[in-house]
């Protein structure tokens, strides 16, 4: 399995839940969506090995609406969809 973790640090705009990571200390490896979630702050969000608990990446849970339109220039499908949405709210 190849590791796709671009970053420690990461926006919570990216598609990250289909990434491969692996945890360094019990080498577990799988998607960052079988991490358990810990929400620290109301901007930060921790991603922890589901096996050891070690904190494996950090998320950035707000995003500029810049910094959503960047994400969805480069391909992420959930700043893609919120763009969208914004653009053709419901009725």
Known sequence: MSIKQPSYFFSGWEDYE???????????????SLAIFDQETELVSAL?????????ALMENEA????????????????MEHLQMEDNPPR
């Open 48 to 56: 922890r090995c589901p096996t050891c608990d070690r904190k494996l």
């Open 18 to 32: 289909k990434w491969e990571s692996a945890c360094p200390d019990c080498n577990w490896t799988g998607l960052l």
């Open 64 to 79: 500029t609406p810049d910094q959503i339109r960047a994400l969805a220039a480069q391909g992420s499908k959930k700043a």
